[in-house]
Each structure stands twice: as C-alpha cells, then as structure tokens.
C-alpha cells in the first residue's frame, strides 16, 4: 500500500494520547469491534486477564475509571504527519492517512440509510482509556464508541494480530483493522448498530461484524480512487494483490473458530459474536469484489 507523497495529511480526525488518559466520562451507549479482534469475553479474560464485567451482555461498557497523566501533544502529531511521504514512513502517519481516506470516501458516499456520514475521530491511546462507553483496556482491540462516536485504537495491537493470532500483519492489515471500525460507525449512523446482540453462528452480534468486514471491503475497492478532500488526487495510489490478501488474512486471523481453537482447543459455534474465519473473508471479499454498500445486507 502506497499513498501519494504529495498529498497533505489531516491531522484533525485522530486524537493521539498514547501515555496518557482521560478523566472519567459517563458510562453509555454501545461499544462494538472490540474489535476486530473477535474475542469472546470469556476467553479475552482467561487469556489476557480482562474482567469481564467490563461489558454488558448487551455491549454496553461497564462503569468507567479515571485517569491521568499526560498524553501525547497533538501538535506533535501534525507536526510528524504532514504529507502522504510521511504516512508511507512512519506507523502513526499511516493511520492518520488510512482514516483520511476512509473517511473521505464515506463523506462522498451515502450510508445504507441514505443519511449524510458525519466525521468520527480516532483516538489512538496506550494501555487503557476512558470512553464515553466507559473504561477500557487495550486487551480488548480495537473498538468504536456508539456514545461518543469515537474509534478506539491502541497501536500495540498490531503486534498483537501478528504474534498473538498468527496473521501476516502488514500496512493494509492494519488499514483492514481500522475500515472495520469505521464500518461500525456507518451502521451507527445508520440504526443498524441496534440491530447486533446475541451470540452463535447466525446471532445478530455476528451479522454486525460481518458487515463491518464488507463495509471495509468496500472502502478497499475505491480506496485507489477516492480523492483527498485537498488536493482532489486519490490519497492512495496503490494497492497491491498482496495487500488485498493480507487483509483478508487478517480477517480470517481474528474469526472466532480460529481463536476457540488457539485458546480453547476446541471451537464452539454458539457462542460466536464475530464470525468464523471463512465467514469474515467471504464477507470482506463481498465488499471488495463488489465495491457496493448495497451488497452488505447481511442481516438478509
């Protein structure tokens, strides 16, 4: 994956904190993602020691904590990641890049309700975070904050995808990563995040996801055609088959059999939130192939 060294970046859309929290914020609304990762909660406490109290049953976040320190100067970012030369350089200038052109084609693209996209920042964090969802740790993954339509990342996780679920990594992997979280913002806008809960094979938590992976495949398609916003020329130039296939190797890394098996030693299909491994490639490749968000429908 190539972006265009000339492109200037927007700096404005991902909050960086990593070293730092936030103070508390009230509890609320839904957390989904949690992420990409797939995990059940059970097993993300077993293995990686998170209380499981932190989520509802329902997806909603548990109480939040409070934090403290300080995080990362914003302006140290911006100053960092001005042009795509940098995002082709540098980790967190990718990302800033990645959401810059995941947004960009979600502004000029009409959700699933029709409904004009309204912008979400990132917020990048390090060990832990308070949301408007409530407190979380980086054991979690990935996440998007219905309260305060936010995407949670900390960058540590894409070490993680890589030693912790065998997944070949790589820049478009991570991309992958945050298009499916932004995905979860588009069934926010659209109402369709309602419409997640449950668990197995066939229970709307898994369908919600498997959208997510369509969703993000769909950005994939017309990402080396979307243009920034500023200059008018695609932010990314290229993609590659390799890059493409990395993705979907991410996908099928964090399926739920795929992760039963590694840490359970078993897989147990009723008790699925994000899909199987087969299930979260053929979705993301739907979007790819595709490039329609009316091919998304997996609600049926």
């Known amino acids: 994956m190539e972006f265009d060294d000339d492109a200037a970046l927007d700096t404005s859309e991902v909050q960086d904190n990593r070293g730092g929290a936030l103070g508390g914020i009230p509890g609320g609304g839904k957390t989904v993602g949690g992420g990409v990762v797939g995990l059940l909660v059970l097993v993300v406490s077993v293995v990686f020691g998170v209380d499981p109290g932190l989520f509802g049953s329902d997806g909603t976040a548990g109480s939040p904590g409070t934090g403290g320190g300080a995080g990362t100067s914003a302006g140290d970012l911006a100053a960092d990641c001005r042009t795509g030369a940098d995002a082709n350089r540098k980790e967190e200038c990718r ?5 810059d052109s995941v947004q960009a084609f979600w502004k000029q693209t009409e959700t699933a309700a029709g409904k004009s996209y309204e912008q979400a920042p990132t917020f990048l964090f390090t060990s832990s975070v308070n949301t408007g969802c409530g407190n ?8 998007y ?3 305060d339509d936010k995407v949670y990342l900390d960058l540590g996780f894409f ?5 912790k679920f065998g997944a070949k990594g790589g820049p478009f992997a991570e991309a992958y990563v945050i298009a499916h979280e932004y995905g979860h913002h588009i069934q926010d806008l659209s109402g369709t ?4 809960g449950g668990q197995g094979r066939n229970s709307g ?9 369509c969703y993000a495949g769909v950005w994939a398609h017309h990402a080396t055609t979307t243009p920034d916003p500023k200059s008018g020329k695609p932010l990314i130039t290229e993609l590659t088959q390799d890059d493409i ?6 996908a099928a890394a964090v399926g739920d059999d795929r992760i039963q098996q ?3 030693g078993k897989v147990t299909p009723d008790t699925w939130t994000h899909g199987s491994a087969s299930q979260r490639r053929q979705w993301f490749s739907t979007g790819y192939s595709s490039g329609s968000v009316t091919r998304c429908n997996t609600f049926g």
Do not use: H, M, W
């Open 145 to 147: 904050c219905s309260a």
């Open 193 to 196: 995040i309602s419409r997640g």
């Open 205 to 213: 938590s898994v369908k919600l996801e498997l959208q997510a992976d």
């Open 245 to 250: 296939n990395r993705g979907l190797d991410a």
């Open 136 to 143: 979380a740790t980086s054991d979690v993954g990935p996440f």
């Open 262 to 264: 590694r840490y359970q």
């Open 159 to 163: 070490n993680d995808l890589s030693s």
């Open 95 to 99: 990302i800033v890049a990645v959401v």
